[in-house]
Nanobody, 125 residues
């Protein structure tokens, strides 16, 4: 019911920055939380950040260490992930996802109902 499209990925050198965007359409009013995940080759998809729409609060994975900032525009229609001080370990396909219901596991892949196609982020050393 929610369509998500990511953009903004690309190639950047270590220490550089990228800003990812996620555009949502459809029944976005039903979205409880929007999250960012990433998946490197041969690795499990892992949580990066999420926003809780009811409160506007954001939450980040421990590995972010203050380097990333999640922000929004046009309420639930647009979500950004500003990534600074990028490291080669950040190389992955980044996905945005929408959860249609509340729950205690909003850092887990299974909590989200809709997913974008992903955008590739490559950080060179």
């Amino acid at each position: 019911q929610v369509q998500l499209v990511e953009s903004g990925g690309g190639l950047v050198q270590a220490g550089g920055s990228l800003k990812l965007s996620c555009s949502a359409s459809g029944r976005t009013f039903s979205t409880y939380s929007t999250g960012w995940f990433r998946q490197a080759p041969g690795k499990e998809r892992e949580f990066v950040a999420r926003v809780m729409w009811g409160s506007g609060s954001t939450y980040y994975a421990n590995f972010v260490k203050g380097r990333f900032i999640m922000s929004t525009a046009n309420y639930k229609d647009t979500v950004f992930l500003q990534m600074n001080m990028l490291e080669p370990e950040d190389t992955a396909v980044y996905y945005c996802a929408a959860a249609s219901r509340p729950g205690p596991l909003l850092t887990m892949v299974g909590a989200y109902d809709s997913w974008g196609q992903g955008t590739q982020v490559t950080v060179s050393s």
